[in-house]
C-alpha cells in the first residue's frame, strides 16, 4: 500500500486510536507501538505499556525496525532486510478484511533472523494476503540481539520472549476492535521465529494468549544454560571495555553494541570452544546464533522441547515442518560448501551413528562432501527435532509438512527460508529467493493450508500418527 491510498476508519486501541489505510478491499494500521521504546533505563527492563495519546494518531506507515546490521553479501542477494532505526521499534502492523466485523480468525507472524536480524515491514512479509482471505494478521517487532536475549546481572532475561508476549496481550485486548476474534489468534514464525513459538509454548508467561501455532523451520533446543550466555555477555562487555552490568552496557551506542555482537559472532563461528562460549551456546547456536532464549526459571522454566515433552502446550494444535534442504541456504549460497573435504564431512557425520557408511554411500552416488554435510544439519537442526517434538505431542495434536520447491537462485534449492513468500503468498516481492518463475500451484496450496489452520485448527491432512500424515510441497 502507498500513502496515495485513501483512509481506513480510525480505530479505538488501548492507547487511544489509530486511522490506517485501505486499497483493494483490504485495511492495513501500521507501525503501531505495542510497548514503550526501550530506550534509557528501559533499555534492559522488561517491556512497559506504551504512552497514552489523544486525538488520532496515523498508522499509514511501517515503524522503525530494531537495531541490527545487514546480512552479508550472499545472504543479502537472496533476501531483503529492511533496517530503518528509530527508538519505537516495538510496533506492530495489522491487516484486516473489515474492522467492522466480529470474530475472525488472527494470525500472528514472528519474524526469524537468528535472533539478531528481521523486522515486521519485510514486503513478503505483509499481510495483506491473509486479510484478503479473511484471517486478521499481524506483524510484530521483538528486541534482537543484546538488548533481547544478552543474559545481563540485574536484568530479566528473554526479553525479546517478554516482548512477543507483550504483543501477543496488545492482541488480545485490541484485536476485536479490527474485527479479530482474541479467543482463535494462531501465532506462526519461521527459523528463530519458529523457536520463538516453541519458547511460547513452553512458557507459563504465555498461557492464554494463542490457541494455535506454527512452526516454520524451527526446532524446540533454542535456549542456553543460564551460566553459559553469561559468558557470551563477558566477552560482549570485554570487547566494549566496559563492566558486564546493566548500567554500563545501558550506556553504550547502537552502534558500538552491534560491532561488539557482531565481533561476538565472529569469534563464535571462527572457534567454537565450548570451554570458552558454553557447551549450550556452541550445541544449540551451531556456529550460527550467539545470542537466543535462555532457561530462566520464569519465562523458560526449560528448555522448549523438553517442556513440551512434559505436556507444555499439549491443548493447543501445532503445524510444523521443515524444508527439504534447508543448510543449503547457509553453506552453498556462501560457498561453505564447496571448501567441505570428505576429512571435514567425516568429522562431523561420524559423531552420529552409521553417520560414516551415509556418508561413503552419498559420495559413491554422485554427491560432494559438502552437499552431504547440508543434508546432516538439515536433519540434525531441523527435520529431526520437529519430527521428535511431534512425537512427543498427544496423538493427533501436530501437522506436519516438508517443503520441496527447488529455488534455482545461487543453487539453494528447498533452502532455508524459501518457504515464506509461498505461505505468504507473495512470490513477487521474492524473486530473489524463489527464482523468476516460482510454482504458484505451491503458493496456492500452502496460503490455503495455512488458513484453513488458523480458521478450523486442521491444514488439510491427517495429524502426525495418522498413515500417510507428512504432507510434502513440490
Request: hydrophobic content about 45%; aromatic content about 8%.
Amino acid at each position: 500500500m502507498t500513502r496515495a491510498d485513501v483512509d481506513a476508519p480510525a480505530v479505538d486501541t488501548t492507547s487511544g486510536r489509530v486511522r490506517g489505510l485501505t486499497a483493494d478491499g483490504i485495511f492495513a494500521y501500521l507501525g503501531i507501538s505495542y510497548a514503550a521504546p526501550p530506550v534509557g533505563e528501559a533499555a534492559f527492563a522488561a517491556p512497559a505499556p506504551p504512552a497514552a495519546w489523544e486525538g488520532v494518531r496515523p498508522a499509514t506507515e511501517y515503524g522503525p525496525t530494531a537495531p541490527q546490521v545487514a546480512y552479508p553479501a550472499p545472504i543479502a542477494a537472496l533476501f531483503d532486510n529492511a533496517i530503518v532505526l528509530g527508538d519505537d521499534y516495538l510496533n506492530l502492523n495489522v491487516w484486516t478484511p473489515d474492522p467492522s466485523a466480529g470474530g475472525l480468525p488472527v494470525m500472528v507472524w514472528i519474524h526469524g533472523g537468528a535472533f539478531t536480524r528481521g523486522s515486521n515491514r519485510i514486503e513478503m512479509y505483509a499481510g495483506d494476503t491473509f486479510a484478503r482471505d479473511g484471517v486478521v494478521c499481524v506483524g510484530i517487532n521483538y528486541r534482537l540481539g543484546a538488548a533481547g536475549f544478552a543474559s545481563i546481572e540485574g536484568a530479566p532475561d528473554n526479553r525479546g520472549l517478554l516482548d512477543q508476549i507483550a504483543a501477543l496481550g496488545w492482541v488480545r485486548d485490541n484485536i476485536a476492535a479490527f474485527g479479530g476474534d482474541p479467543d482463535n489468534v494462531t501465532v506462526f514464525g519461521e527459523s528463530a521465529g519458529a523457536m520463538s513459538i516453541a519458547s511460547l509454548l513452553a512458557s507459563p508467561l504465555a498461557t492464554g494468549l494463542f490457541r494455535r501455532a506454527i512452526m516454520q523451520s524451527g526446532n524446540g533446543s533454542a535456549a542456553a544454560d543460564p551460566t553459559d550466555a553469561r559468558k557470551v555477555t563477558a566477552r560482549l562487555a570485554e570487547i566494549l571495555d566496559v563492566d558486564a552490568s546493566v548500567e554500563a552496557l545501558g550506556r553504550i551506542g547502537v552502534d558500538d553494541m552491534l560491532r561488539a555482537q557482531s565481533t561476538v559472532a565472529l569469534e563464535l563461528m571462527l572457534d567454537p570452544n565450548p570451554e570458552v562460549w558454553g557447551p549450550t551456546v556452541v550445541d544449540v547456536g551451531m556456529g550460527i546464533m550467539s545470542q537466543f532464549p535462555v532457561v530462566d526459571g520464569e519465562v523458560l522454566p526449560a528448555v522448549p522441547r523438553q517442556a513440551i515433552a512434559a505436556g507444555a502446550g499439549a491443548d493447543i494444535p501445532l503445524l510444523a515442518g521443515w524444508n527439504a534442504d534447508e543448510f543449503r541456504f547457509f553453506m552453498v549460497a556462501t560457498g561453505g560448501a564447496q571448501a567441505v573435504t570428505e576429512e571435514g564431512a567425516a568429522a562431523v557425520l561420524g559423531r552420529a551413528p552409521g553417520g560414516l557408511d551415509h556418508l561413503r554411500t552419498r559420495l559413491a552416488a554422485g554427491a560432494s562432501a559438502g552437499d552431504v554435510l547440508s543434508e546432516a544439519l538439515t536433519a540434525r537442526a531441523f527435520s529431526s527435532p520437529t519430527t521428535e517434538i511431534a512425537e512427543s505431542r498427544p496423538t493427533g495434536s501436530t501437522y506436519l509438512y516438508e517443503f520441496g520447491y527447488r529455488s534455482p537462485q545461487a543453487d539453494i534449492q528447498a533452502g532455508h527460508a524459501v518457504e515464506i513468500p509461498f505461505v505468504f503468498d507473495h512470490l513477487a516481492a521474492a524473486h530473489a529467493l524463489v527464482g523468476p518463475e516460482p510454482d504458484q500451484r505451491i503458493a496456492d496450496d500452502m496460503h490455503d493450508a495455512w488458513v484453513r489452520f488458523a480458521s478450523i485448527g486442521g491444514p488439510g491432512w491427517p495429524a502426525h500418527g495418522g498413515g500417510e500424515d507428512v504432507r510434502r510441497f513440490v
